[in-house]
């Protein structure tokens, strides 16, 4: 089965997975931890992997880290790659989104997701697919920064004005985000 979820949805689940399992979550066929390994480091760029902690859907260690990173594979039961790397500020938010919790950053955090997503709504923080009216937007290779919303402030939120912009702005999980490379259909045209 490969039900479609968004970047989002599968970072809480991912997130969540690590402390309250899949329950629910169709779950394709296991990969190789090799390939989980190599998948979930492909997310961030080579100098961050080797001293980047990885974890699987479940939450067994695949490698041990010391740099603040934890990296998650793709979900399994997405399809295509959509491997992300996370700091602690990011695992905090990811926690909180996970549980519909209040969140405001404090500090500045950093996520990787060199490989791009799946997509998700520009607007609604827990769309789960494209709406006529939620701005879904599958993103190529980018960064995720989150900082405290002033921070924030002098950003657009127009997700096609050709640079970083805001998604989900005005709620407790507001984040810039920051293609680093073409959008898949923009790639797909070169």
Not at 21 to 36: I, M, N, S, T
Not at 47 to 66: F, H, I, S, T, Y
Request: aromatic share 8%.
């Amino acid at each position: 089965m490969n039900t479609r979820i968004s970047r989002h949805a599968w970072m809480g689940l991912a997130i969540g997975g690590l402390t309250l399992g899949l329950a629910g979550v169709a779950v394709a066929q296991e990969e190789a931890p090799a390939d989980k390994l190599q998948d979930a480091l492909s997310a961030t760029w080579p100098g961050m992997a080797e001293g980047a902690a990885v974890v699987d859907w479940q939450g067994k260690g695949l490698q041990e880290g010391g740099n603040g990173y934890t990296c998650l594979p793709s979900p399994p039961d997405m399809a295509g790659n959509a491997p992300m790397c996370l700091d602690e500020a990011w695992m905090a938010w990811a926690k909180a989104w996970q549980n519909k919790e209040p969140f405001t950053a404090d500090r500045l955090g950093i996520a990787y997701m060199l490989q791009g997503d799946a997509g998700a709504s520009n607007l609604d923080p827990f769309a789960m697919e494209a709406t006529d009216d939620n701005q879904w937007v599958v993103e190529g290779p980018h960064l995720m920064i989150i900082a405290p919303p002033a921070l924030l402030e002098a950003f657009p939120t127009d997700p096609d004005n050709g640079g970083p912009y805001v998604m989900w702005k005005g709620t407790d999980y507001q984040h810039l985000m920051v293609p680093v490379a073409a959008r898949p259909m923009e790639q797909d045209m070169e």
